[in-house]
């Protein structure tokens, strides 16, 4: 299981390439890292299961979280080709990727800032977000009923990433106004 995590909350002009880097460095590339090491071993298993704990993030991006949302588009694309080719290798692996929406969890609060420092802390949508024992009951059912694929998110969440997919220019003016709504610029102290 794939559960570690960090993100960032900045614009992408004000976002250093150091805080890019190190998103994805923990996001991707420790996830990358850590099949690439247990895969042989779940093969030989010929019942291996690769549970990814993504976020809806992956498949919807947000303003002013582009590296985080990069980096679990990021590990979406590569369970997509890992499923894929385990599948035609008929190891016996399979592969799920959970996306939850926001989970009550300090990871706001330890996101970093654009110059790397930590936000310190948590905003609305965590707060409000699902409870961390009902998103590992979920994840476990997951686990169990052998899902590809979970998207664990209210209605509208679910409703957003069906309109990216299939009416983008309505989910472009929606992001852009969101954009507007939370750019810190834009507050007026």
Do not use: C, W
């Not at 570690?4 to 420790?30: C, L, P, W």
């Not at 948590?122 to 997951?142: F, L, M």
Request: aromatic share 8%; charged share 20%; no cysteine.
């Amino acid at each position: 299981m794939n559960n570690a995590g960090i993100s960032s909350y900045s614009s992408i002009e004000d976002t250093s390439m150091e805080i890019h880097r190190k998103v994805v460095e923990v996001n991707y590339f420790g996830m990358v890292g850590l099949v690439k090491a247990l895969l042989q071993a779940l093969r030989k298993s010929g019942d291996g299961l690769v549970m990814q704990v993504s976020s809806v993030q992956g498949s919807l991006s947000v303003p002013h979280r582009a590296a985080y949302s990069a980096s679990k588009h990021a590990m979406q694309a590569y369970s997509d080709s890992l499923r894929a080719e385990e599948a035609a290798a008929r190891t016996g692996v399979e592969v799920s990727v959970f996306s939850p929406g926001y989970v009550n969890t300090n990871i706001a609060i330890r996101a970093f800032n654009a110059d790397g420092s930590q936000r310190g802390e948590n905003d609305a949508n965590h707060t409000t977000g699902y409870e961390a024992e009902d998103v590992a009951s979920r994840i476990v059912e997951a686990i169990i009923l052998r899902e590809k694929e979970v998207l664990m998110a209210p209605f509208h969440v679910k409703l957003a990433v069906f309109i990216r997919k299939f009416i983008p220019s309505l989910y472009f003016v929606i992001m852009k106004n969101r954009a507007v709504k939370t750019n810190p610029k834009n507050k007026v102290e």
